[in-house]
């Protein structure tokens, strides 16, 4: 069974930076393609970026901000976030493009002042 944990939110003020950390198990990792995802109060769960190879792909509101990173033989996944906004707030997920069943319980992200 696929399990994800993810790690590195946190509460930081407009402008700021983070990165989140996505530990993957139970999977053959590296032939997958990898994928953050965020939810809002109040919201469905969007995409925020996906990495599959070389290629990458990102939501047109964290375009140019936000970069996605995979290390196959950690079976780890990166969420480098900069230039945070409010609209940013929420919690991050990290799990398959398209998606396993099964969800990790995601680490919030707080932008505010």
């Known amino acids: 069974q696929v399990q994800f944990v993810e790690s590195g939110g946190g509460l930081v003020q407009p402008g700021g930076s983070l990165r989140l950390s996505c530990a993957a198990s139970?999977?053959?990792?590296?032939?997958?393609?990898m994928a953050w995802y965020r939810q809002s109060p109040g919201k469905q769960r969007e995409l925020v970026a996906y990495?599959?190879?070389?290629?990458?792909n990102y939501a047109e509101v964290v375009k140019g901000r936000f970069t996605i990173s995979r290390d196959n033989v950690k079976k780890m996944v990166y969420l480098q976030m900069n230039s945070l906004k409010p609209e940013d707030t929420a919690v991050y997920y990290c799990?398959?493009?398209?998606?396993?069943?099964?969800w990790g319980q995601g680490t919030q992200v707080t932008v505010s002042s």
């Open positions: 139970g999977t053959t990792f590296s032939i997958y393609t």
């Open positions: 990495v599959t190879g070389s290629y990458k």
């Open positions: 799990n398959g493009n398209p998606h396993f069943d099964s």
